[in-house]
């Protein structure tokens, strides 16, 4: 390697263990173009729109086939308890993905990894916690269907959740 190329190296981030990555200016120029073209790619805006609706659709159409509405609101064997916990799991872990995510982000432009470490781990245990919950309150209504009845409901909240914010542009 030449003198010309040691002066044209750049350090670019350092790792989370302090090990430095460096790059050329030249592969440097090559990953923003490629970050810009993988951006701007109209085929990949297009099929993460059709995968968003398709699982907005998915979870419309399992609330509506199982009937999950009128279930909660009269069927008796649905746990209560259970039931509420995971609903305030729920709203806690979207409470703060859109503080955390969208609004520091988005909107005061801060790093919401430096501002609120404990965000994403945070509502992440929460969700999770959340889908157990929905599990044990409707187990004893539905049986065994529980399980992807919730899971495709709980990933079509995520969806339908991010796919809201983005269309208010936080």
Request: aromatic share 12%.
């Given at each position: ?40 790619q ?109 899971v495709?409901?709980?990933i ?15």
């Amino acid at each position: 390697m030449g003198d010309e190329e040691k002066v044209r190296r750049r350090r670019v981030m350092v790792l989370d263990d302090n090990e430095e990555v460096t790059l050329t200016t030249n592969q440097i120029k090559r990953l923003k173009e490629a970050q810009a073209l993988q951006d701007n790619q109209p085929e990949s805006k297009i099929v993460s729109i059709l995968t968003n609706i398709f699982w907005i659709g998915v979870g419309i159409a399992v609330l509506l086939y199982f009937d999950v509405i009128n279930a909660v609101k009269y069927d008796t064997r649905i746990d209560w308890f259970s039931f509420q916990l995971a609903c305030a799991l729920l709203g806690f872990a979207s409470l703060v993905l859109v503080v955390a995510v969208f609004i520091i982000q988005k909107l005061l432009g801060r790093n919401y990894d430096v501002e609120l470490p404990w965000a994403v781990p945070t509502a992440t245990i929460s969700g999770l916690l959340s889908i157990v919950g929905f599990i044990f309150a409707f187990y004893p209504a539905y049986g065994i269907v529980t399980v992807p009845l919730v899971v495709v409901s709980s990933i079509s909240f995520i969806i339908t959740l991010a796919t809201v914010t983005s269309f208010f542009n936080i």
